[in-house]
Structure formats: C-alpha cells, structure tokens
C-alpha cells in the first residue's frame, strides 16, 4: 500500500515485512535531491523508525559520502569497533568485516558506547547476488514481545560485554582505540567505565556494563536497545565458538556477553532474543544505488548472509548521550 505522509510530504510504499520505501527520482543529481529532502526523509525516519530509498542510482564512496554528510548533522568517527572497517573517509567506513556465510544478527549500533549514534546511513554500491539485506526490527516491539521476567532482569541489572584483544580475530586494540599507546587506551577506559586487564602476552581484556533498555531520546519511547544477542557466544555458529573455546578459553573469547550481574545467559535466552528479533524483521534485497537511513536507537539492524561481490557504506550521525536516554543502570566499570 501507499499514502501520503503527513509528516514528510512524501510517498512511502508500506507492506508488511518490508521497511518503509521511498521510490527516488535523482536524475542523475544525487546531492541536490538528498539537500532538498533531507528534512523529508529524517521525518519518514522519525515516523517509521527506517527509509529505504530506491533510485537514487549512488556509484561510488565520494559521492555516497556528499549525501551521508548532507542528511546528517554531523558523521562520527567509529571508536570500540567489534570488527575491522576500511575507511573511506572522515566518517564514512565500509560494513565490518565478516564472514560472508554468517549472519550478523539484530544490534544497536555501538549500544556499549557512552555516546552512539542515532542515525545510521546505509548505501549499497554493489548488491549480492544472493541474500546480504540489511533487515531491521522495531525495537519497541520486540520489547514488548519479550517475556516480562526477563527483560525486568535486564532493566535491573543491564548487560555486561567482555571483549578479549589479540591481533588474530576481531579489532586490535589499535584499531579499536584508534591507538596502542597503553597509556591512551587506559585513559579512554577509565573515561567511559570500561575495566581493563593487561594480559602477559600483551592482550587486553576489557568489561563494560550497560543498560538493556533505554527510552528514545526524542520519543521516550522504551526501547529494547542492545547487543546482547550479536556479540553473545552462543550466536556464533557451533564450529566457530567450538574453534575460539578450544583456542581462547571461555574467558578469553574476542566478545561474550553476560548478565549484568556477571552471570552467563544461556543458549536459550539468546536464541528466544533471536526468535522474537525474527518474527518481528522487515527485510528487502539491496539493489545497486540503494539508500537505507535507520533510526539507531529505536530501530535495531542484522546483516544476512550473502553470495557474491557485496559493497555496501555506512556512516554513524548525530551522537546520542546514554545519559539522555534513562538508563537504568549506573554506568560504573563492570
């Protein structure tokens, strides 16, 4: 179906498990069409949560970053990377590298940070021939169809991630921290309530707690925004947890997370999180010169997996305080 937005003056194609989409005629002036619908397509974000936008005809990464930057207040520069970007400039990186057959589930971008973005800019300059959508899942709704007792626990205690640095798998430290100066990193860690362990060959480990649910700074709408099921060990396919357990050690693992009280969570929580995500995803295939824009904190994002050439950009805007989004635990170094 298809109505007139109110708020944005704009058509947005609606159906049922797909995002919100916004049929672009650019005629070849991508910059011109993003500066005089900026303000548009941030309302069809605001209303929907997400905008896919279709016909913009994007071909490469300096003209993909001229948009990102005219849709934005402002791009951030990537800090606490779970996994490598290349960076094609200031502000605008690659997807994170990730094996091709994996998927990466339903997450809040940088939800561990202090400061995250609010708005995620997507473009595809090369599609897959198979699978590979960005899908996206209102987060208030999946909080709502979560069981009761356990997203209490989560608002009472928050989640903890552990990540363990080593130069094999994930970020290093460097391109975690934009450095490896111990001295930086320490800082860093005791300005945004990380704790941190040199190990004796060099590593790091790190512990952050954080809360599980957080109202929409806009909104105050209460929002299931985390990464506990992405960057739990149990959403690992079986032989890569089975390879890093038999290498690393369950305490050493690149990224676990846990409990806010340090207590493990459980195969089946993580996989009831990952059912409920499911049931409640709106996906549509990339096609080359696609524009996505997803509203970070109300709006939870996957990556599927994919056969063939896949290129697409992203850009994090618009930096959001956890401050000033209730949070529901104090925000000390776990």
């Known amino acids: 179906m298809s109505f007139m937005s109110t708020a944005s003056l704009v058509d947005v194609e609606l159906e049922p498990g797909k995002p919100p989409l916004l049929r672009a005629e650019a005629t070849g002036d991508t910059l011109s069409w993003a500066a005089e619908h900026r303000d548009a397509l ?50 605008v990186y690659s997807s994170s590298t990730w094996p091709a057959n994996q998927p990466m589930c339903m997450h809040h971008e940088l939800s561990y940070t202090l400061d995250f973005p609010g708005l995620m800019m997507f473009a595809c300059l090369s599609a897959p021939t198979d699978g590979g959508a960005t899908a996206v899942a209102d987060s208030p709704t999946v909080l709502d169809a979560l069981p009761a007792e356990l997203t209490e626990r989560f608002e009472r ?80 396919a079986p032989e890569v947890r089975e390879y890093l357990m038999d290498v690393y050690g369950a ?43 997803v509203d970070n904190v109300r709006t939870a994002h996957s990556r599927e997996a994919f056969e063939g050439p896949r290129e697409v950009l992203v850009a994090m805007a618009d930096p959001v305080h956890l401050a000033d989004c209730s949070p529901t635990v104090e925000v000390i170094a776990g």
């Open 157 to 236: 205690e928050g989640w903890l991630l552990t990540r363990s640095y080593n130069e094999e798998i994930g970020a290093s430290v460097a391109e975690a921290f934009g450095t490896d100066d111990r001295g930086a990193v320490e800082s860093y860690c005791r300005a945004n309530a990380i704790t941190f362990e040199w190990q004796p060959d060099g590593g790091l480990r790190t512990r952050q707690r954080r809360s599980a649910v957080v109202r929409h700074p806009v909104t105050g709408r209460r929002c299931w925004f985390n990464q506990v099921a992405f960057l739990n060990e149990w959403t690992m």
């Open 251 to 293: 305490d050493g693992l690149p990224f676990n997370t846990r409990f806010g009280n340090g207590d493990p969570i459980s195969e089946d929580v993580v996989q009831l999180l990952n059912s409920v995500y499911e049931a409640n995803t709106a996906r549509e295939p990339w096609q080359a010169g696609d524009l996505m824009l």
């Open 42 to 91: 941030r309302a069809v974000v605001d209303e929907h949560g997400s905008v896919l936008v279709r016909g913009l005809g994007l071909r490469d990464a300096a003209e993909t970053g001229a948009v990102f930057s005219k849709l934005a207040t402002g791009l951030m520069t990537e800090k606490e990377v779970f996994a490598p970007r290349r960076t094609y400039s200031d502000g």
